[in-house]
């Protein structure tokens, strides 16, 4: 949702943290040379914490996966997707196997931890051009992955039909009042409703439009400018395939036309949020996917009702763990979601001839 978190993480969140011992025991465990410097990397999701080490063999990323969600089975599907993802040809950060077993999935203490090499580059520049680019990399990404035959457990995670949306509206109310009783309750429930409204509309014009009867494939799951870096010599390079699963590839360009699409977020109120999506990076987008391959008229049609579900689930989601949106009150960033989705809703025929 861009926001004022930062593209890459929760700023206004407790982050999950390394200890010092847990450092030296995992580091031992690969073979990096002599250490340089250690310091935390703040980017992702916050119960992943990260560690950006440089040593004389290079620039690494350490990151301790989160126990709550990522299981063995699920983060061997996620790096079967990655490394599938590598041999095609696609720019992605290089798993670092342990020194012993030759494992890129390194198991300690009940933890489960990754090594990356660090990857250099420059954040999204809300260019058009920019847009584009991760508008192809995403159809190339789509078309490698048609032959890809992961191992492992699929998350159960979906953008349609979202069962953590419905779960994370119904939880929202107690969520925000326990951790903000001050909080204006009547924006509270009215947002609350137009969200609630916009997504059964969605949901109900997903299905009626075929949703369901699309191809299903492995997809990235999260594609959005934290997730890819850009090269200053050109070229993108995907990371962060976490949320990886098996879906129809329209639920990554709906997620990808919203997220690369976002109007500046840097006013700290919500409701001073420009409301809508860029047009011109929108179409930049649609080009450079279709550079690649083509969108279906099928896939079109449904595009305006999944970017609706996916900007709910990703707004609500967090405000029912946490009661407000990277500590922002949750009436007020609602608000401006609900707005947003109305956008979208009231555009939907000009979104499907993008």
């Known amino acids: 949702m861009g926001g004022p978190a930062d593209e890459h993480g929760d700023r206004g969140a407790q982050w999950d943290r390394f200890q010092s011992k847990e450092i030296a025991k995992v580091l031992s ?30 620039e690494f990323l350490l990151k301790r996966r989160s126990t709550e969600r990522d299981s063995v089975e699920r ?19 290089e798993l670092i196997p342990t020194r012993n077993t030759g494992q890129t999935l390194l198991e300690l203490d009940g933890r489960r931890y990754e090594l990356f090499r660090f990857v250099e580059g420059v954040r999204f520049s809300r260019s058009e051009g920019h847009a584009r680019e991760a508008g192809t990399v995403l159809a190339q990404l789509h078309t490698a992955l048609l032959t890809c035959r992961a191992v492992g457990q699929m998350p159960d995670a979906r953008v349609h039909h979202n069962r953590h949306a419905h779960a994370a509206i119904a939880r929202i109310p107690d969520a925000v009042l326990y951790a903000n009783p001050e909080c204006d309750r009547t924006m509270l429930g009215e947002a609350l409703e137009r969200v609630r409204a916009r997504l059964e509309m969605a949901e109900s014009k997903a299905t009626k439009y075929g949703y369901d009867a699309l191809a299903q494939q492995p997809i990235h799951g999260d594609w959005h400018p934290g997730n890819t870096i850009f090269r200053e010599t050109g070229g993108i390079t995907v990371i962060d395939f976490d949320s990886a699963r098996q879906e129809p590839r329209a639920a990554d360009i709906a997620n990808g036309l919203v997220q690369f699409s976002l109007r500046s977020r840097a006013a700290a109120d919500p409701l001073e949020w420009p409301v809508g999506l860029d047009p011109a990076r929108m179409q930049a987008f649609i080009r450079g996917y279709h550079e690649h391959t083509k969108i279906s008229a099928e896939e079109a049609t449904i595009l305006p009702w999944l970017m609706i579900e996916a900007i709910a689930a990703e707004a609500t989601v967090p405000i029912a763990r946490e009661g407000s949106f990277a500590g922002v ?9 609900a707005n947003m989705l109305d956008w979208i809703g009231d555009r939907s025929r000009a979104i499907t001839t993008l």
């Open 29 to 58: 465990h690969f073979d990096l040379g002599v250490i340089e410097t250690i310091r935390e990397y703040h980017r992702g999701s916050r119960r992943a914490p990260k560690l950006r080490i440089r040593s004389d063999q290079g």
């Open 329 to 337: 009150a949750a009436e007020r960033v609602l608000t401006a979601v």
């Open 75 to 93: 983060v061997r599907f996620c790096q079967s997707i990655q490394q599938h993802v590598g041999s095609c040809g696609i720019s992605i950060a």
